[in-house]
């Protein structure tokens, strides 16, 4: 007897959940305790995210080399990738911004595509043909 099915969530609740991280990445930082003379300090983000999935949607956050946060959803049945970039700031600097998005289903489908690897992927899987251990790199 196979368990109950649950209900999904629905993928606005995952779009929601994505921009509310996205937000949060965006609080304002306090610059107390500086002297006059003292210059004025950058402060130190590290670099940071979190990933949320609901059988058809993930949605990944994190922050840029500009500070500023990046939401990237997934369609998984779809297959469609949508990157958004939010800023902080003062009400006329603040945005949020739809950097792109694309089917990235002939994506999934390539071998290799910009790959710094010592073996191609028809190198590699030659190898395993030949003997499936002698797959590792000669050295």
């Not at 049945?77 to 006329?92: D, F, I, K, M, P």
């Amino acid at each position: 007897m196979s368990a109950p099915s649950l209900p999904r969530p629905s993928p606005a609740w995952v779009l929601l959940a994505g921009f509310a991280l996205l937000w949060v990445g965006l609080a304002p930082q306090s610059q107390t305790n500086q002297d006059d003379d003292e210059p004025a300090r950058i402060p130190y983000t590290s670099s940071y995210g979190t990933a949320d999935s609901n059988g058809r949607m993930i949605a990944v956050t994190g922050v840029d080399v500009t500070g500023g946060s990046i939401l990237y959803l997934i369609d998984t049945e779809s297959r469609h990738l949508s990157v958004y970039q939010a800023q902080g700031g003062t009400s006329s600097t603040a945005a949020v911004k739809w950097v792109g998005g694309r089917n990235i289903d002939l994506d999934l489908k390539v071998d290799g595509f910009n790959d710094k690897s010592e073996l191609s992927f028809k190198e590699l899987a030659a190898r395993f043909d030949k003997g499936g251990a002698s797959a590792t790199l000669d050295k």
